[in-house]
């Protein structure tokens, strides 16, 4: 039995949110949207056809999902490779993947910006391309240190790197204009050497917070990007 503890360090900042709304642990996606008509399981089954007809046979691993409208984002894992298909399942574009200006080295992560109407894309974990809904290359996002996952909120950038980076002291920071403005989940000794590859470490509890937790903590820490400051919010006691 999992139970979850809130301590009272915690207590004032969740009072505070108490009437907002709350997500789980979905990626980038953590509204709840309506799929769209066409989307089921033969439509599914269309785009991994796609996918497999265009690159290597039965080797796509799709770690990541974004619907957004009637179009459909994924992500592989082998590879590192960026998809976009319609909601009916018709393949659109894939990002091109190569070493010359624009092209993505390997993605790990990707947020759907649909207020700007833009791709985010975490690339080879040290900077985010941004594209448009028709997959052209618009400009490259510099991030102050290396990174895995990512997500946006208006001009910050929340990142976490599963200790790729081995010499650094926190697993979770904020980046605005490739600078670090906020930090936390400090790394213990023990960890600090253990590489790992999470799906998902974010949720969203309202415009401004969100919860940050990652496979090697047993807490679940509360960001306030309004307050700056990151404190434990939830502990899991088995």
Known sequence: ???????????????????????SFSGSNQRKRKLPAGINTNTAAAMLQAIREKDTPGKENIVKVDIQGDAVYLLSSYGGKIYKFTGEGRYVWQLKQGNGP???????????DSLNHSVYVLDNYRELKVYSFDGEYMRTEPLPTLAFLFTKKEDSFLCFDPNLKKKSN??????????????????RDGNRNVGYMPSNVFAFYSDDSVYVQHMLSDTIYFCSLSDKHVCPAYFIKT
């Open 1 to 23: 039995l999992t139970v979850a503890i809130i301590p009272k360090i915690a207590i004032r900042a969740l009072a505070r949110k108490s009437n907002s709304s709350r997500s």
């Open 102 to 112: 624009g092209e993505l080295i390997f993605a790990t992560d990707f947020f759907i």
């Open 170 to 187: 926190f697993n979770f920071f904020v980046s605005q204009n490739g600078k670090i403005v906020m930090e936390g989940l400090r790394k």
